[in-house]
């Protein structure tokens, strides 16, 4: 079984997120999502989500593509996580090129291109003029 794991935030999940999810799997035969915590947020990536971790949580998984979900609470954790998840491939959207290299030590890394015209900030900004 080729196992697979992405990380990220996934706010106001869209079809950009829903896309490289569903490439991510393609890539393996079971995929794992480590989600960023509202404290790894808040706290390192300087962003405030509109949905909480829990609620991030369960729309992720109810996403067909999405086998399990963990969480993602700090930078350093992803070396541990290829380990102990076994995972085959790391895939990130493109938008991380190279910023996760040195995990090709453990297991492949694969960057896929991002879906351009979407994303949080841009529903945030549009939706939020619209109110
Ligand atoms: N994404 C995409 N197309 C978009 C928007 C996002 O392909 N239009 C991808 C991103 O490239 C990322 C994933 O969807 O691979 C999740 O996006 P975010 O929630 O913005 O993730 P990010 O905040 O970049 O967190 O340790 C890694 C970080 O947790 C990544």
């Not at 829990?54 to 729309?59: A, F, G, N, S, T």
């Amino acid at each position: 079984m080729k196992r697979v794991i992405t990380y990220g935030t996934f706010d106001l999940l869209h079809y950009g997120h829903i896309n490289l999810l569903r490439r991510a799997r393609k890539l393996g035969d079971y995929l794992i999502v480590a989600l960023s915590t509202d404290e790894f947020n808040k706290s390192s990536k300087n962003k405030v989500c509109y949905f909480t971790y829990k609620e991030r949580k369960q729309l992720l998984e109810s996403v067909r593509y999405v086998d399990l979900v963990i969480p993602e609470e700090n930078w350093e954790q992803k070396i541990r996580d290829v380990k102990e998840y076994h995972i085959d491939t790391f895939v990130m959207g493109d938008d991380w090129k190279g910023k996760f290299d040195y995990l090709k030590e453990y297991c492949e890394v694969v960057y896929l291109p991002r879906t351009p015209e979407i994303s949080t900030t841009k529903m945030k900004r549009e939706i939020g003029l619209q109110s």
